[in-house]
């Protein structure tokens, strides 16, 4: 074999397997992508399912601003929560220089707010649920919409200053609790066996 054959040989070798590696890393990022897309799917239609235990429209939780909007409803919170929730976004799309870290800071503690009194109402520690809401809110939500043992109760009084109302004894209301079916989302009558609205059985 000359030098020149030789070297070819190599050359060929380098592009071959440079193609493989290409192809490979295209099979990975897609199949990525793809589970990405799997997650994303799954933790919506669990935010659909929690919107419609809490008697609100399933599609709500799919519009972005306006799911923000009902989800501090949810947490039977006032709506300028949203105001701060959403602050972050507006400001970065307004381009507005300087409020970036204080509009975050504002939106992660409103996070908190809506997470904690969602905790409450859905009868779990709330402190847990309002540190979990800051880091996992889409998957914290999605659990609230997937659980079949946790039901949502509006009527739980919430804190809007999160633990420090606690602490000054706020009581929370556990009498009868509110129920709303899956399936459509009305509310139901308590001790109903089934909606009367369209039939499905209650779980
Ligand atoms: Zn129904």
Same mark, same amino acid.
């Given at each position: 074999m000359s030098e020149e054959q030789l070297?070819?040989?190599? @050359?060929?070798?380098? %592009?071959? /397997? /440079?193609?493989?590696?290409?192809?490979?890393?295209?099979?990975?990022?897609?199949?990525? /992508?793809?589970?990405?897309?799997?997650?994303?799917?799954?933790?919506?239609?669990?935010?659909?399912?929690?919107?419609?235990? %809490?008697?609100? !429209? #399933?599609? %709500? %939780?799919i519009v972005p601003f306006y799911s923000t909007y009902v989800l501090v409803e949810i947490a039977g919170l006032n709506w300028w929560y949203f105001l701060i929730a959403i602050s972050g976004t507006i400001v970065s799309l307004l381009g507005i220089d300087g409020l970036g870290t204080v509009t975050l800071l504002a939106a992660r503690a409103a996070n908190f707010f809506i997470f904690y009194n969602l905790g409450k109402k859905f009868k779990k520690d709330p402190t847990t649920y309002g540190i979990l809401g800051l880091f996992f809110y889409g998957i914290i939500a999605a659990i609230l919409g997937y659980s079949k043992n946790m039901q949502y109760d509006s009527s739980v009084e919430v804190s809007p200053n999160g633990p420090i109302d606690d602490k000054k004894g706020n009581t929370t209301k556990t009498a009868e609790p509110?129920?709303?079916?899956? #399936?459509? #989302?009305?509310? @139901?009558? !308590? #001790?109903?066996?089934?909606?009367?609205?369209?039939?499905?059985?209650?779980?």
């Open positions: 070297f070819n040989n190599v @050359l060929n070798k380098n %592009a071959e /397997f /440079f193609d493989n590696l290409t192809g490979g890393l295209l099979i990975f990022v897609g199949i990525l /992508f793809l589970i990405l897309i799997a997650a994303l799917v799954v933790i919506i239609i669990g935010e659909v399912k929690l919107f419609k235990k %809490a008697g609100k !429209p #399933g599609w %709500a %939780a509110e129920r709303f079916c899956l #399936g459509c #989302g009305k509310k @139901l009558k !308590p #001790g109903v066996q089934f909606c009367e609205n369209c039939g499905k059985k209650v779980e």
